[in-house]
């Protein structure tokens, strides 16, 4: 996306040392109707029904699957409003009026750990399925269809490497939720029936080192470690992530699963932690506000459906009159809007607000710049012509699906050429 920020001159921002700062009771919360993965969706409320935390209150359609919406507060439903999803698209979103009263729907009940370990996969499947989990490092993959896998599963990786700039959320979830995480990792090695787990996160990340040394001698009926990763961009690409830690080249189109590995970001663990544990869908989680744009730079916990416009007044506002760009998401991998009239989905990882600068794009000059830097060794350049000259076929010979869309093609490029943008027309002009 938005590259270019790279020429910002980015002030260091240090949130990862803050504690998080809980905002959970907003006077009203917005819940998407349909996403990027589900395209039309059905309400089963109408406008004056009292609704409860966890209540499904739609039911959104996939191509291949069916997704519920759950109500994330208890109170009223007022009605239907249109603002921005992360996917930069205009969309309808259910707005309640939080009682601020948590009354839980009575879908909701504690299971004890003797009973969660007694759970067959297919039990523990249907939760996921029914609690409407997705991969919450901002994937949005249903985490239900990990679990149909019939493949045997020897290794568990947790994803804690967030290995994009200025985002630090889930590092304060790994030093706040040390026992979420580990009690999550022992339902999914269970429903796995996994031999080991590996936690894996920056080499930097010396006070993690030593909190997951200890967290994990409290927990020796599994076989937990720590996977040390390379301080670089993208490390927390599952494909590099697993061949660091495990040595293990997955090819390109092919699941980690054929390896007998499964891979979890460390914010979906826990928020399956909470599904298997009390029936809870994710009505909470956390997020970064960062940015130039902002005065206090912080991390929070907050209620998915809360505004954006809420959480920057509570970072104290903008640092001037704007303009501004707003990137829901990593500044490599984010889709950038130029207003804040955004929702907190459960996806949204983080909201970075930079001051706008226009660039002035230049000619390709030949450089190979984007080629270097390409993790999965594609010719950008080749690509990005190709879709200026519609050429279909040559476009499937340089296999754009290929592309995981770092945005380090762009991030190199001299001439200030967005190369990403074209690369994702190619996977539509390729197909």
């Given at each position: 996306?938005?590259?270019?920020?790279?020429?910002?001159?980015?002030?260091?921002?240090?949130?990862?040392?803050?504690?998080?700062?809980?905002?959970?009771?907003?006077?009203?919360?917005?819940?998407?109707?349909?996403?990027?993965?589900?395209?039309?969706?059905?309400?089963?409320?109408?406008?004056?029904?009292?609704?409860?935390?966890?209540?499904?209150?739609?039911?959104?359609?996939?191509?291949?699957?069916?997704?519920?919406?759950?109500?994330?507060?208890?109170?009223?439903?007022?009605?239907?409003?249109?603002?921005?999803?992360?996917?930069?698209?205009?969309?309808?979103?259910?707005?309640?009026?939080?009682?601020?009263?948590?009354?839980?729907?009575?879908?909701?009940?504690?299971?004890?750990?003797?009973?969660?370990?007694?759970?067959?996969?297919?039990?523990?499947?249907?939760?996921?399925?029914?609690?409407?989990?997705?991969?919450?490092?901002?994937?949005?993959?249903?985490?239900?269809?990990?679990?149909q896998t019939d493949l045997p599963i020897h290794t568990i990786l947790i994803n804690?490497?967030?290995?994009?700039?200025?985002?630090?959320?889930?590092?304060?979830?790994?030093?706040?939720?040390?026992?979420?995480?580990?009690?999550?990792?022992?339902?999914?090695?269970?429903?796995?029936?996994?031999?080991?787990?590996?936690?894996?996160?920056?080499?930097?990340?010396?006070?993690?080192?030593?909190?997951?040394?200890?967290?994990?001698?409290?927990?020796?009926?599994?076989?937990?470690?720590?996977?040390?990763?390379?301080?670089?961009?993208?490390?927390?690409?599952?494909?590099?992530?697993?061949?660091?830690?495990?040595?293990?080249?997955?090819?390109?189109?092919?699941?980690?699963?054929?390896?007998?590995?499964?891979?979890?970001?460390?914010?979906?663990?826990?928020?399956?932690?909470?599904?298997?544990?009390?029936?809870?869908?994710?009505?909470?989680?956390?997020?970064?506000?960062?940015?130039?744009?902002?005065?206090?730079?912080?991390?929070?916990?907050?209620?998915?459906?809360?505004?954006?416009?809420?959480?920057?007044?509570?970072?104290?506002?903008?640092?001037?009159?704007?303009?501004?760009?707003?990137?829901?998401?990593?500044?490599?991998?984010?889709?950038?809007?130029?207003?804040?009239?955004?929702?907190?989905?459960?996806?949204?990882?983080?909201?970075?607000?930079?001051?706008?600068?226009?660039?002035?794009?230049?000619?390709?000059?030949?450089?190979?710049?984007?080629?270097?830097?390409?993790?999965?060794?594609?010719?950008?350049?080749?690509?990005?012509?190709?879709?200026?000259?519609?050429?279909?076929?040559?476009?499937?010979?340089?296999?754009?699906?290929?592309?995981?869309?770092?945005?380090?093609?762009?991030?190199?490029?001299?001439?200030?050429?967005?190369?990403?943008?074209?690369?994702?027309?190619?996977?539509?002009?390729?197909?």
């Amino acid at each position: 996306m938005i590259a270019k920020a790279r020429k910002l001159q980015l002030p260091k921002i240090f949130t990862e040392e803050l504690p998080t700062l809980r905002f959970v009771d907003p006077d009203f919360v917005y819940i998407a109707t349909n996403n990027a993965r589900c395209k039309t969706a059905d309400l089963c409320i109408k406008e004056g029904d009292y609704l409860k935390i966890g209540q499904i209150i739609g039911m959104r359609h996939g191509g291949f699957f069916e997704q519920p919406i759950h109500s994330t507060v208890s109170g009223t439903f007022v009605g239907l409003e249109k603002h921005y999803h992360r996917n930069g698209k205009m969309v309808d979103f259910i707005k309640i009026q939080n009682d601020k009263k948590d009354v839980f729907d009575e879908s909701l009940f504690t299971r004890s750990d003797e009973e969660i370990f007694k759970m067959t996969k297919d039990e523990i499947t249907k939760v996921v399925k029914d609690t409407a989990l997705v991969g919450l490092g901002g994937s949005s993959f249903p985490t239900y269809i990990k679990f149909q896998t019939d493949l045997p599963i020897h290794t568990i990786l947790i994803n804690g490497i967030e290995c994009e700039p200025l985002l630090t959320s889930d590092y304060r979830i790994m030093m706040e939720y040390p026992d979420r995480i580990m009690k999550g990792i022992s339902y999914v090695m269970h429903a796995f029936n996994a031999k080991k787990a590996i936690i894996c996160f920056k080499k930097k990340h010396k006070d993690l080192k030593l909190l997951y040394k200890e967290i994990i001698r409290r927990y020796p009926d599994i076989d937990v470690s720590i996977g040390l990763m390379d301080d670089f961009y993208p490390q927390g690409w599952e494909i590099a992530m697993i061949k660091k830690a495990l040595h293990i080249d997955v090819k390109s189109g092919e699941l980690p699963s054929k390896y007998g590995v499964m891979n979890f970001n460390v914010s979906t663990i826990v928020g399956l932690y909470k599904a298997l544990k009390y029936n809870m869908p994710v009505v909470k989680r956390n997020i970064t506000i960062t940015g130039n744009g902002i005065k206090y730079p912080q991390n929070l916990r907050v209620r998915v459906g809360t505004s954006i416009r809420e959480l920057i007044n509570l970072c104290g506002g903008y640092v001037d009159d704007g303009p501004f760009v707003f990137i829901v998401g990593g500044p490599m991998m984010g889709a950038s809007l130029d207003c804040d009239d955004v929702i907190i989905t459960k996806t949204v990882t983080s909201i970075i607000v930079l001051k706008k600068i226009d660039f002035q794009e230049n000619p390709c000059i030949r450089c190979g710049s984007c080629g270097y830097s390409c993790p999965t060794k594609l010719m950008p350049w080749a690509i990005m012509n190709a879709v200026k000259s519609l050429n279909k076929e040559r476009l499937k010979a340089l296999h754009p699906e290929r592309c995981i869309e770092c945005g380090l093609c762009a991030y190199a490029c001299t001439s200030k050429i967005n190369v990403t943008d074209y690369i994702r027309r190619a996977k539509l002009l390729a197909k």
